[in-house]
């Protein structure tokens, strides 16, 4: 019995050697360097600081007669999931116009990522294509190319319209030329894209020629789709190259390659038929590196992954699977092992399934005034199940009247917010899945290189500031005290901010060193009347500056001018009767929350 016992203890022994041994690989394995977990350590801080924030706002309709109310609704979402996100009560809308100045300004409060909002478009305003924007006070700290921006047609019938002289001035285009990871390196094949646009940002059909000094012609290349495609050759040191365009009315133009550099870094990405990227790194390094280097890959600063690789014959070779990607756009990044940034290039992974919205009606004809129910069929991809939503839908009367399409949730959120300037029908690269649409896309992250941050923040994010606070329970009215002897900023002053509605209000606070108070309101809904003073029982030689919650700054996004055809002059009448009717029989309740001036006392 006893030697049983013995004989038991000595196999479970070995048994948990073996499961030892066995898992010790396995932990060996799963272990990150230092490095890898440095760098995630960083990302993770820096993105609980940086909140990045994205709004869409949904507009009823392209077009607008002046007297009309411009309904829409916004939705704010966190961008790496594109899930709502509570963290801020209230949205800036703006409506600006061909010189980006404000013609119409609004606020609207926002519930778990979701608000809505109208605006009264007043009659002082001319016919034109008007930009519409709409933000956040947390999305203020980054750059206003983060801001929902998009264009809106205003028709005012009661003013005549001139349509503009064409001056006999030469067409100028833009161009730019990007090469794949970010430089030319002599000696190293590089894939360039470029960009050439007219000045409604609209890209044009062309000849290129890629000419080095001598005046040799080395590539001759068109575009693929709206001014956009790619050409590949190698650069030779010492040399410098020129690009010249020819349009299709003959004039030509010339422009400059980016500078050849001696020393760094091409970078190639491929899809293989296994779903896998494979990056390919080709060096001329001024010294020999024999250390680590490794791919960085993440979508909108979420599912970051690292993968670690060793230079052989100065080329790195990284494979990673398209599933560890999210949908949209990722950012594909080389470093070395001093976390510094090599080359990079972005990556665009079409979503697999989408919403499939069905809309049924009970009948095809109805009678004037009769009430019309909307059934919508809401399902994820090929699923049979009805998919839970949260949508908006606008019904609208459509006519002659041409507009500029409205921007599309889906290609806005995985597409246009994350590349730099205007995306020219961002919808035909959801349209389809070929080698064409494939290699199309593929051109337009060569040619928008773009991202939310740069890495030395993310590198040091201990030190980042944010001036302005996410407005958590309600919007924040800022102000200057001013002395009015000196004309300089009051520190130390107390300041009274009342409101006279019911229920009666009071707030405090005290100017910083910058003269600057801010009263932070709750449930503050609708025109308000306020008064806003230091205790003039002593401080009577202080002044109180009301500042404008609206950002100044714009972007350099090009968008169309306004056309219209007298060939719609017959729909623009009916549209404006309806205009009228309407408006004449709504009652003025419905009217006066929707009157929006400029906001002049934030």
Known sequence: MKAKKNNLTLNLQRAILLLFIFLLPWKAFSQEDAWTQSLKDRFRLYNSKAIQEKVFLHLDRPLYVVGESMWYKAYNVESASNTFIGMSKVAYVEVLDAENNPVMQSKMALLNGKGNGAMLIPASLGSGVYKIRCYTNWMKNFSPEFFFESTVTIVNPFTKWEPPLLESVAQSYEAGFFPEGGDLIAG???????????????????????????????????????????????????????????????????????????????????????????????????????GDFYLVSHTRQGLLHVKKGQMRDNTLNFSLSKALLGDGISHLTVYDSKFRPLCERLYFKKPESVLNIEAKLPHTVFDTRQAISLDLDVKNGDAAKPFKSNLSVSVFLEDSIQANPQANIMSYLLLSSDLKGTVESPEYYFEQTNKERKEDIDNLMLTHGWRRFVWKDVLNSNFLKFPHLPEFDGHFIEAKVMNTQTGQPAANIPVYLASPDAPARLYTDASDQEGKIKFEVKDFFGPKEMVIQPNLMKDSIYQVKMESPFVKSNTSKLWSGFKFDQISESALLTRTINMQTVNAFLPKSNIDPYVVLKDSTG
């Open 188 to 290: 190293l094949e590089s894939r360039v894209g470029f960009r050439v646009i007219n000045s409604e940002g609209k890209g044009i059909n062309f000849e290129g020629f890629l000419m080095e000094g001598s005046g040799d012609t080395l590539v001759r290349f068109m575009p693929r789709r709206f001014g956009i495609g790619s050409f590949k050759f190698t650069p030779i040191e010492n040399k410098s190259y020129q690009v010249l365009i020819k349009d299709q009315a003959g004039k030509t133009q010339s422009y400059a390659l980016p500078e050849v550099k001696g020393f760094g870094m091409v970078m190639a990405v491929s899809e293989s038929k296994d779903r896998l990227l494979q990056v390919q790194v080709a060096a001329r390094l001024e010294e020999s590196n024999g």
